[in-house]
């Protein structure tokens, strides 16, 4: 598709851009003497959007959206994980389903329920089957959410290969990236198995996943001593003092990437580059509101708070 | 009366018109596009976006002028078409070519810079005058294509 066909959606999205939240709107929400006024504060500013609400916009604006669905698939694979737990232990999966997503609740319960796969989308449906086939079998809920946390990220990358778009190619790289990192830290930490490494990494061309797997099993120093010597030392710094600063981080280089679009005039990119920075935004949100109910001071809520585009 | 030589001066003049209107209109369409996307928006740049909407409409003006010249000098408007020998009908026809060239891929390009320039408008209202002067600045080539059509047009002996 030309990329001229997004000029419509790119207008609107660079038109919208202007009414997300500035660094001094953060500040100003920080900084609310009440709750209550922070609440009154945050429904002036935002007006109660969610990202089911920006996903929307941006289907009706964007003349396809094959592109953008990539943005989704965390969600979508999320959901897979949410539903086929809460089917196994018989609770309702719908408390667990998050939106925006590419795959319905009703496609993924009937999914379950059919034993057929039928109805998911094609990068869904053999992580939905060994899913099922791993959790029924070993009833081991943690190894079955690593085997679709790694499908996430290999559909992740099969799909934006497919698509050819560089920008595209970038954020399945980044977060393919920090989704490793953190597996292969969390596993360093907790001395897991080879076999469960093998299942949890996926592994990509800037990290592969044989030395992930090796740097993670010789443990926690080993695996920060590897990292460091890799382009993303600055991760094994941050995993070293703070690994509350190491998740803003991984936020922060997707955002940091989608900043690379705001100067393009045509394509998809401003409107993935658009959600990207409305995720952020909203994430900041919920820092601010649930340290401000927990009563987390103020400094280390400014800390915590995500990069923001604009 | 040589047919051959009036119909390539006939078709030079439908060229001039043809492609220079294919540009401006591919053009107006696309700035069209993306102004609709911030109207959507914020229905009060409108005027704003209009102008730069206007700005590759010009080809297709240029192309519409020569092509009356051109049928004007050939006597096609007043009714007695010159008796024209191939050489000069095929003198016509090239000198449509600058405006039908340019004209046709400069409507696109400043179609191009002027759906950026929305963006300005979109952002940074305060400094769309940046994103026309741009956008203007794609005209310059055209301009200089309808001169150069105009003057091979005015210098072809009859």
Known sequence: ?310 | MNSLGIALAIIGAACASLFAGIGSAKGVGLVGEAAAGVVSVDPNKFSKVLILQLLPGTQGLYGLLTAILMLSRIGIIGGSPADLSTAQGLMFLGASLPIAIVGLFSGIAQGRAAAAGVGIVAKKPDHSGKGIIMAAMVETYAILALLVSILLIYNISI
């Not at chain 1, 900084?31 to 289907?59: C, I």
């Not at chain 1, 290969?161 to 969390?186: H, P, S, W």
């Not at chain 1, 690379?260 to 935004?281: N, V, W």
């Open chain 1, 1 to 310: 598709m030309s990329t001229t066909e997004y000029a419509s959606a790119v207008a609107a999205v660079k038109t919208l851009e202007s009414s997300l939240l500035t660094r001094s709107d953060m500040d100003q929400l920080i900084n609310t003497p009440t709750l209550s006024e922070l609440k009154t504060l945050l429904n002036s500013k935002t007006h109660g959007e969610t990202l089911t609400d920006v996903w929307e916009m941006l289907s009706g604006y964007a003349p396809d959206c094959e592109a953008l669905k990539i943005l989704l698939y965390k969600n979508d694979f999320h959901n897979l994980k949410a539903v086929l737990k809460a089917m196994l232990s018989g609770r309702d999966p719908a408390h667990y389903y998050i939106s925006p997503s590419n795959v319905s609740l009703e496609a993924i319960k009937n999914a379950y329920t059919s034993k057929s796969p039928d109805g998911l989308p094609a990068y869904m449906r053999i992580p939905a089957d060994e899913a099922y086939e791993l959790a029924t079998r070993t009833l081991d809920g943690q190894l079955s959410d690593s085997l679709i946390d790694t499908a996430a990220i290999a559909a992740m990358q099969k799909s934006a290969d497919d698509c050819g778009n560089e920008f595209i190619i970038k954020y399945a790289q980044l977060t393919t990236v920090c989704a490793d990192i953190k597996t292969a830290y969390r596993c360093s930490i907790m001395h897991k198995s080879n076999q469960f490494l093998e299942t949890a990494i996926c592994g990509s061309r800037e990290l592969d996943k044989a030395s992930l797997i090796r740097a993670a099993l010789s443990g926690r120093d080993g695996f920060l001593n590897y990292l460091s010597n890799t382009p993303y030392a600055e991760a094994a710094e941050l995993l070293k003092n703070s690994p509350a600063q190491f998740e803003k981080w991984c936020d922060d280089i997707i955002t940091e990437h989608a900043e690379t679009a705001r100067m393009q005039a045509f394509g998809a990119e401003p409107l993935a580059a658009y959600y990207i920075a409305k995720e952020a935004e909203l994430k900041n949100i919920r820092i601010i509101s649930i340290c401000r109910e927990c009563g987390t001071d103020r400094e280390t809520i400014t800390e915590r708070m995500r990069r923001l585009y604009v």
